[in-house]
């Protein structure tokens, strides 16, 4: 088996695009949600609360290079160039080589290019109908753009499970390394904001409406949380096989040393405890490690109640009360399919510099929930070696990962 490292990080978030801006605003407790006046035109839609990534089309970037790419897309290859700047591959020869591949995921793929084809379909007429609407569109935009922008040519594995989306590229491209079958790997994923996501929860009545006080929410596993806000971002890893990191002299940040997912097969929106702890039993079976080891959990905290309790019941069972916990969602809201890859970055960095975010707005601990080490009110102070991110998504879908300090 071979060891997988990170050897380039990056992340665009709503509280930042640079690892120094949203360390500052974790640590003064600086939220990211805002109130979206422009969505006052949406009759029946409830909630008005988002958040927002300040991102528009890099000025190096062509028409011709982005004619094919909706928001979620451009947010995907940017974050890449990030990464793959930071990791001292960009423009590297080895993109060509066939020895790289990318693994990474949205919930769906842009909405315009939806509304493209939702038009034709009201109007009785092709005509809003052009070259990219598909690309745009496909659930596989993503990887396919980073792909044609930086002529990756290994294997591309789309990853397109909603919340887990992320977290399973990241856990793909990681096995994809461990096997022998590439080198290094892309890995992460990205959504872009629209009133159509946050209408999915709406309808669902898991929103969160405190509309005039976009500072108080969300607020994961407080007994005043009333739902959920709507996220956009991306983030990336880029992935190597250890040996040839350590040939090239690439700085490592972390390894990857655990990797679980599973399915409920039981519900599509109403999570399962039971599931949730099977994901962390596999990751950390992978990782060859007691739940003693772990010093510091990610976790997924959507500030929704059955997703909230079930999350917090099934830590519990594996982790006990010893582990300190908080969930950066309080800061970034939900950011579907970027949530995976923005949270292990986040404690990754942490896990490097030796402190750790508390949840924002925890005030008062929900008593349905478990009883957990919930880091609250001020950052906590904490050295160790191992850090886990979990996230669990519509579908039943779990993950859990495991990363170890270098």
């Not at 790289?100 to 005509?127: E, H, P, Q, R």
């Not at 669902?204 to 006080?213: C, G, I, K, Q, V």
């Not at 010093?295 to 582990?323: C, L, M, P, W």
Request: hydrophobic share 35%; net charge negative.
């Amino acid at each position: 088996m071979k060891r997988v490292v990170i050897t380039g990080m990056a992340g665009l978030t709503p509280i930042g695009n640079d690892w120094a801006t949203v360390a500052q605003n974790l640590k003064t407790q600086t939220t990211g949600i805002k109130t979206m006046d422009e969505w006052d035109k949406y009759e029946g839609l409830n909630t008005r609360l988002a958040a927002p990534v300040d991102f528009t089309r890099p000025k190096h970037y062509t028409r011709k290079q982005v004619r094919g790419m909706g928001r979620v897309a451009m947010l995907a290859t940017y974050v890449s160039e990030l990464a793959l700047q930071d990791a001292g591959l960009l423009n590297d020869p080895i993109l060509r080589s066939g020895k790289m591949g990318v693994a990474y995921g949205s919930s769906s793929g842009s909405f315009d290019g939806l509304i493209d084809f939702t038009k034709m379909l009201l109007n009785n007429d092709k005509g809003s109908l052009n070259a990219t609407s598909y690309i745009r569109m496909m659930g596989h935009t993503c990887p396919v753009n980073i792909g044609l922008h930086f002529g990756i040519n290994g294997r591309i594995i789309p990853t397109s499970s909603a919340c887990t989306s992320s977290s399973q590229g990241i856990g793909y491209a990681y096995e994809t390394i461990k096997y022998g079958i590439q080198t290094l790997m892309v890995a992460g994923g990205s959504d872009e904001l629209s009133a159509s996501q946050a209408a999915v929860f709406d309808t669902l009545f898991a929103t969160s409406l405190r509309n005039d006080e976009p500072h108080k929410s969300p607020r994961p596993f407080d007994k005043d949380r009333d739902g959920l806000v709507i996220g956009e971002g991306g983030g990336t890893f880029i992935l190597e096989e250890r040996e040839h990191a350590l040939s090239r002299g690439a700085h490592i940040y972390a390894e990857i040393v655990g990797f679980g997912t599973n399915s409920d097969g039981l519900h599509v929106t109403q999570p399962d405890s039971d599931s949730m702890q099977v994901a962390m039993q596999l990751a950390m079976q992978d990782a060859r490690l007691n739940a003693s080891a772990i010093g510091y959990i990610s976790a997924h905290g959507t500030s929704t109640d059955r997703g909230d309790i079930a999350e917090s019941q099934a830590t519990a069972v594996i982790f006990g009360n010893k582990t300190p916990i908080s969930s950066i969602k309080s800061y970034t809201g939900h950011t579907l399919g970027a949530c995976g890859a923005i949270e292990a970055w986040a404690a990754v960095n942490m896990m490097n510099e030796g402190w750790f975010h508390p949840t924002a707005n925890l005030d008062n601990i929900d008593p349905q929930c478990a009883e957990l080490d919930y880091i609250k009110g001020d950052v906590r102070k904490l050295e160790c070696d191992y850090v886990m991110s979990n996230n669990f998504a519509f579908g039943g879908i779990n993950t859990s990962l495991v990363f170890k300090r270098v």
